[in-house]
């Protein structure tokens, strides 16, 4: 497999391919907030003061107060009990699954889980057990094969980031021991669901339980970087020799300051969150109204299947009206090719419109 053809971002909902400036509903910037003035500041002022990088672990000398004041601000967000900022968010479920070595008897996860929540579960050190994709009562039946097991793990995606389907955490839960933990990767899901952006579990009610979230930094947040959200033992386990802790560089400084403003942003100006709901409404009651797939109707990505000549057919039709044609063939291997679109809070109503008109002729 080779990579993609390279594009340019021009703005904020734009691309440069091929010569052509298009409408651009790609990736996973839901507010747009990589381009945010704010967040290029906080960024370009901290590189210039400190560098483009620590050069160090933050269990070394790479321990940076940018981690610190982040940390001290996804805590405040998200109502957790302890955050761990970490370079990336695959590295995140890595240290995860790490951290959790010998603390459960038994593991499940949703079989369409993101692989780096599959290459985690090798590290957990018990056995694990995948069921059906986001069935309550499959999970249910492989939980009963499994009575002697007292420690119990759950692990999915909050919104699985191929569909935008959004884990039926509740339902799960209910499946779920009383004492079971549940380890929701929530790079999609943090920012954008709930009533106060805390992420998937927030949308689902699941206040109380027993939760770990591993967000990103990269999708809602705008910036780069990733964190895990846990209980105090969580937080131990990762400080005490870790391996990704500790073997890895920290985040680059100018890149937490600027998942710091972006968070700053999201508290204070709840207009961003506002636009991304009625634009994701206003696209998918359309789209259901022509007929077509639009997905989970709370979540702005949706995705159709294109097989053959359609895929072709449909691609030409993006490019006539401007859009770019994100025909995208996920790493997995375990879909096959579809078009994928992702919605956000700067997406202007003309815009949305010649998206819809171009995906219902």
């Avoid at 056995?127 to 119990?152: E, G, M, Q």
């Avoid at 710091?260 to 696209?283: D, H, I, M, Y």
């Amino acid at each position: 497999m080779s990579l993609p053809e390279a594009i340019q971002p021009d703005g904020a909902t734009h691309v440069r391919y091929r010569g052509r400036r298009l409408v651009y509903f790609g990736g996973c910037d839901y507010y747009r907030l990589a381009h945010h003035p704010k967040l290029l500041k906080a960024h370009t002022r901290t590189a210039a003061r400190d560098g483009l990088g620590t050069g160090a672990s933050r269990m070394t000398t790479g321990n940076h107060p940018a981690h610190e004041a982040l940390e001290t601000a996804l805590m405040h967000f998200f109502g957790s009990e302890t955050a761990t900022v970490v370079g990336d968010g695959y590295l995140a479920n890595i240290a995860l699954g790490q951290a959790a070595k010998g603390r459960f008897d038994a593991a499940f996860i949703d079989e369409k889980a993101h692989m780096s929540l599959r290459d985690a579960a090798q590290f957990i050190g018990c056995p694990v057990v995948r069921y059906r994709h986001c069935d309550a009562d499959d999970l249910a039946k492989r939980l009963s094969r499994r009575r002697a097991a007292k420690r119990v793990l759950l692990m999915s995606d909050g919104v699985f980031s191929a569909s935008g389907r959004i884990a039926p955490l509740a339902g799960l839960a209910k499946r779920l021991p009383r004492l079971a933990t549940l380890w929701i990767d929530d790079a999609h899901g943090a920012g954008v669901l709930g009533g106060r952006l805390r992420g998937t579990a927030e949308q689902c009610g699941l206040a109380g339980r027993r939760v770990i979230q591993s967000i990103v930094f990269s999708k809602a947040l705008g910036s780069f970087g990733g964190a895990i959200l846990g209980p105090r033992w969580l937080r131990a386990a990762l400080l005490d020799g870790n391996p990704v802790v500790t073997g890895s560089s920290s985040l680059p400084a100018g890149l937490a300051r600027a998942a710091l403003a972006s968070l700053e942003l999201l508290r204070t100006r709840p207009g961003l969150a506002k636009r991304l709901r009625r634009n994701t409404a206003f696209v998918k009651d359309r789209l259901l109204a022509a007929g077509l797939p639009a997905g989970d109707p709370a979540f702005p990505v949706f995705s159709l299947d294109c097989p053959g000549k359609n895929a072709a057919a449909l691609c030409y039709r993006l490019l006539a009206n401007d859009i770019y044609p994100s025909c995208i063939r996920y790493p997995t291997g375990s879909e096959g090719a579809f078009y994928r679109f992702a919605l956000s809070s700067e997406h202007t109503r003309e815009q949305l419109e010649r998206l819809i008109i171009t995906l219902s002729r």
